[in-house]
């Protein structure tokens, strides 16, 4: 599994399908399709994932997340709970990642794993 994060609009999403081949079909966007797709976008949006029955149907697949742990704290205890599991999630997922990288600026950051090579 790789687990690719940066902010909003970075070009988390381009990087990967330039990177891999893919194309857009090939972009899971809910849980239930990532369990057959290669990529699947928008990981933020699912913080109480299942990730053991998710890697378990699907072991390669690559989770992009939007980073939202950083700016202003929300007033919101709702939106603070939510940006902590988001944050508690990709914590877990980076520690059993093969490689993780941050885009910032459409530019890669490798945080974890060998930059060189994408599967």
């Not at 072991?59 to 997340?65: E, S």
């Not at 929300?74 to 988001?86: H, L, N, S």
């Amino acid at each position: 599994m790789i687990l690719i994060i940066g902010g909003a609009a970075q070009g988390k999403l381009d990087y990967v399908l330039q990177q891999t081949g893919y194309s857009p079909d090939q972009v899971a966007h809910t849980p239930e399709e990532a369990q057959t797709l290669p990529i699947f976008d928008g990981l933020e949006l699912w913080p109480d994932l299942d990730e053991e029955a998710l890697l378990s149907a699907n072991p390669d697949i690559i989770l992009i997340c939007d980073e939202v742990g950083c700016g202003v704290v929300p007033m919101d205890p709702a939106q603070r709970t939510w940006r902590e599991q988001v944050g508690r999630l990709c914590c877990r997922l980076a520690k059993r990642a093969q490689r993780v990288e941050r885009i910032f600026c459409g530019l890669p950051m490798t945080l974890k794993g060998d930059p060189s090579t994408w599967n």
